[in-house]
C-alpha cells in the first residue's frame, strides 16, 4: 500500500495502482433498476486497456487533453484510467441533463475545447452526434470509440516522468470556462500517501460514494483513493442517490462500507429525505467515517444526522472532517479517526465586527459552534492572512493560504492566471486556526456553497438579466445560510417593468427556468420588486451586502 514510508516506491499514479491482484474486487456499481456490476482487478485493467488501445488508434498521442463527458458509470472510469495508460491527459466533465441549456452547454464546451485545445470528447452514443456540429475537435460515442479498436496489436502501457502532468481537475464554477487545475503524477501520489496515513487506511477497509467524479471530492476520495490502494470502492450514481438517499444505507449493510464522504447538506437530505420503512433490518455499524467535506461544516447538521441514524449503530466519532480543494488535489486538514471533532464556542459578535474567534461559554447569548475541520495532513502548510498578505495569531480570521507538496502544477494553458503569491495558494476561503486546528468561517467575496456547488452571484444575475421583463442590470443574487437543510440557501432581488400579480408571477418562473437551465442551480428564494428597490454603492454598483441585510430585514429574519 502507498503510505509515507513507501512512497519511494512509486514513480507514477500508473506502478503504483494495485492492479495485479487478480480476482480481488476493484469496483462494485450499483443501480436501483438493475443487479450489482461487480469489476475485479484483472478486469479492470482489461478494460481499461481496451479503452487505451481504442484511444491510441483514434490517433491520441501522450500529453493530448481528452475529455470525458458521459452519465456517471463504469465506462467514464475506464476511459479516464485507460486515458491515463497511453500518456493522454483526462479529465472528467459534467454530463448534459435535463435541467441544462443543451445550447448553452454545447457553448461552454466549444469555447474549453479551444481554448484548452482538447483533442477528443469522449461522451454518449446518443449525444455525440449533436455535439460533433459544436466543437472543434472529434467526439465519439461509446460504439465509435469501441469500434476503432485493433485487438491484433499489442499494448503497451506509456512510461510518464514523476512530473508530468497525470490529469487536469475542472473548476466547478456555474457557466462560463473552467478552469483546468493540472496535477502532476508526483502531486498526486504525495497527496494519496499522507491523506492515506490520516485516514489509517488499510486493505480492510471499503469506501461507498456517490459523488460524481468530476468534483475532486468523487475523482479522489471515491475513485482514484480506492484504486490506488487497493482498496474496494462500491460506486452509485449521483442522480440515483439524490432520488433514493436510502440506497447509499442499503450499500454500507450489504458490503460493510468503512469510510464514506459527503458534502454537508447529504447529512440533511439523507436526515430529512428517507423514510423509516427504507431502513428496516439495516446496519452502518461497520462504519469508521463519514466524513464531511467540500462546503462550511455546520454542527447541526452532524447531530441531526447521529440522532436520525442512531438506530443504525451511527454515533458522533464516525462523522470526521475534511478541508480539501481540488488546487491542493485534495484534502488539506483531516480530523483523526474515531475521534469527534473538536467544536469550538465563540462569541458569534466578536467573529463578526472584531474578526477574533473568542471562546465563550455555552449558553453565552451570542454563543456559536464552529466545527473543526482538523489539523494539516502531512505535507501540507496553513496561515491565516491579513489583508496584507501578512501571517495572523491563532483565533483571528483572515484569509486561508495552503503551501504542499501536492499542489496543482498551474492552470491547464492559462498562463494569464498565476494561483501562488509567494509561494502560496490563496484560498478565497476565511477561517482562523486553534490549536493548530483549521476553522473555516466563510467564503471572501460573494461565493456562495449550496449543496457542494460553487456558486458565483455574477453568473447566475447575468442570466436573470436577460430574462424579459427584468430590468437589465437590476438583479441581485446572495446566499442565505439555512441550519435545516444544511447548506446555503440562494436567493435573488430583482426590479421589474410591472406591478401586475400575474404579470409578475410569470416573470418568477421565468426566471427560475432559465437559471436552472443555464446552471442547473435551483433558486430557494425570487423576489420581484419595484423601480430604485436596490441599494448601489458609491460607484454605481449593486451593492449585494447590503441588498441582502435589506431583504432580510423586509422578510424580518436574519443569517
Not at 491520441?60 to 463527458?69: E, H, K, M, W
Not at 446496519?283 to 464531511?292: G, Q, T, V
Not at 483531516?334 to 477574533?356: F, G, K, N, S
Not at 495532513?377 to 507538496?405: C, F, N, T
Request: glycine letters at 6%.
Amino acid at each position: 500500500m502507498l503510505t509515507l514510508s513507501t512512497r519511494a516506491d512509486y514513480q507514477t499514479l500508473l506502478d503504483a495502482a494495485a492492479l495485479q491482484a487478480g480476482d480481488s474486487p476493484a469496483i462494485t456499481y450499483l443501480s436501483i433498476d438493475a443487479d450489482p456490476v461487480a469489476v475485479t482487478r484483472a478486469e479492470f485493467a482489461r478494460s481499461a486497456r481496451t479503452y487505451g488501445a481504442a484511444l491510441r488508434v483514434m490517433g491520441i498521442a501522450p500529453r493530448d487533453l481528452v475529455i470525458i463527458a458521459h452519465t456517471q458509470n463504469l465506462e467514464s472510469i475506464y476511459a479516464f484510467w485507460g486515458a491515463l495508460l497511453i500518456g493522454a491527459i483526462p479529465s472528467l466533465f459534467p454530463t448534459l441533463t435535463e435541467k441544462l441549456d443543451p445550447d448553452i452547454y454545447m457553448a461552454n464546451m466549444a469555447e474549453l475545447v479551444h481554448v484548452s485545445d482538447v483533442c477528443a470528447v469522449l461522451t454518449t452514443d446518443d449525444f455525440a452526434p449533436t455535439l460533433t456540429d459544436r466543437v472543434g475537435c472529434p467526439v465519439y460515442g461509446s460504439r465509435q470509440l469501441l469500434a476503432l479498436l485493433d485487438e491484433s496489436v499489442p499494448f503497451e502501457s506509456y512510461n510518464p516522468a514523476p512530473d508530468e502532468i497525470a490529469f487536469l481537475q475542472h473548476s466547478s464554477g456555474t457557466t462560463g470556462l473552467q478552469k483546468g487545475i493540472a496535477l502532476s503524477h508526483h502531486a498526486v501520489l504525495n497527496h494519496l500517501a499522507s491523506y492515506s496515513d490520516a485516514l489509517d487506511l488499510s486493505t480492510d477497509d471499503v469506501v461507498v460514494s456517490w459523488l460524481p467524479l468530476y468534483h475532486d471530492m468523487g475523482l479522489i476520495a471515491g475513485f482514484l483513493l480506492p484504486l490506488i490502494q487497493g482498496v474496494p470502492l462500491v460506486l452509485m450514481s449521483p442522480f440515483e442517490w439524490v432520488k433514493s438517499p436510502a440506497m447509499l444505507f442499503r450499500a454500507i449493510n450489504d458490503t460493510q462500507a468503512t469510510l464514506c464522504w459527503l458534502p454537508n447538506f447529504a447529512y440533511n437530505h439523507c436526515a430529512r429525505r428517507i423514510r423509516q420503512r427504507d431502513l428496516e433490518g439495516l446496519s452502518a455499524a461497520s462504519m469508521r467515517m463519514f466524513i464531511n467535506c467540500s462546503e462550511p461544516v455546520y454542527y447541526e447538521s452532524h447531530a441531526l444526522f447521529v440522532e436520525r441514524f442512531a438506530a443504525l449503530g451511527i454515533v458522533p466519532a464516525m462523522l470526521g472532517v475534511s478541508y480539501a480543494m481540488a488546487e491542493n488535489t485534495f484534502a488539506v486538514t483531516q480530523t483523526l479517526p474515531h475521534q469527534i471533532p473538536h467544536l469550538d464556542v465563540i462569541d458569534r459578535a466578536a467573529l463578526q465586527t472584531d474578526l477574533r474567534a473568542e471562546l465563550v461559554l455555552d449558553d453565552h447569548p451570542n454563543a456559536a459552534i464552529k466545527v473543526s475541520c482538523g489539523k494539516p495532513i502531512y505535507g501540507v502548510s496553513v496561515h491565516i492572512l491579513d489583508r496584507a498578505g501578512q501571517s495572523l495569531p491563532e483565533r483571528h480570521v483572515g484569509e486561508i493560504a495552503v503551501q504542499s507538496d501536492s499542489m496543482l502544477s498551474g492552470y491547464y494553458h492559462r498562463p494569464d492566471l498565476d494561483p501562488f503569491r509567494d509561494g502560496w495558494y490563496l484560498t478565497g476561503d476565511r477561517g482562523y486556526l486553534a490549536d493548530g486546528e483549521v476553522y473555516v468561517v466563510g467564503r471572501s467575496k460573494d461565493l456562495i456553497i449550496n449543496a457542494g456547488k460553487n456558486v458565483y452571484p455574477q453568473d447566475i444575475e447575468a442570466i436573470i438579466n436577460t430574462v424579459p421583463g427584468v430590468h437589465a442590470g437590476r438583479a441581485v443574487v446572495f446566499g442565505v445560510a439555512d441550519e435545516r437543510e444544511g447548506t446555503e440557501l440562494i436567493a435573488v432581488v430583482a426590479e421589474v417593468e410591472t406591478d401586475d400579480a400575474d404579470a409578475r408571477k410569470a416573470i418568477t418562473q421565468q426566471v427560475r427556468q432559465a437559471v436552472i437551465q443555464q446552471s442547473t442551480v435551483t433558486l430557494n428564494y425570487v423576489h420581484l420588486v419595484d423601480d430604485r428597490w436596490l441599494i448601489k454603492t458609491s460607484s454605481g454598483k449593486i451593492a449585494r451586502a447590503a441588498n441582502r441585510d435589506k431583504w432580510l430585514s423586509e422578510r424580518g429574519s436574519r443569517s
